[in-house]
């Protein structure tokens, strides 16, 4: 099953140093959380970026999901802070 890739916007992107990525598939039942705290293990930039969950939001496939939603066989998840308006 090919790759899923993995985008960052604003200041996680920023922490990050990267835009996008992609990494190996996670199990079918893997959510966003799951992978968002496999990607925050890796440490550094990820670490700072992902550590808070509770801090993020989440897109698979350009649709905006919460963090426990299974990615399933989608092929791009985003990872953004809140959107603020104004």
Do not use: C, K
């Amino acid at each position: 099953m090919a790759d899923l890739t993995i985008v960052y916007f604003a200041w996680v992107r920023e922490a990050i140093g990267r835009d996008e990525e992609r990494v190996a598939r996670p199990a079918p039942t893997a959510s966003v959380a799951d992978l968002v705290a496999t990607l925050a293990a890796r440490g550094g930039g990820y670490a700072e970026a992902l550590g808070d969950p509770a801090r993020l939001r989440a897109a698979i496939d350009q649709r905006f999901v919460p963090l426990d939603t299974p990615i399933g066989d989608a092929r791009e998840v985003a990872l953004f802070p809140p959107v603020t308006g104004g």
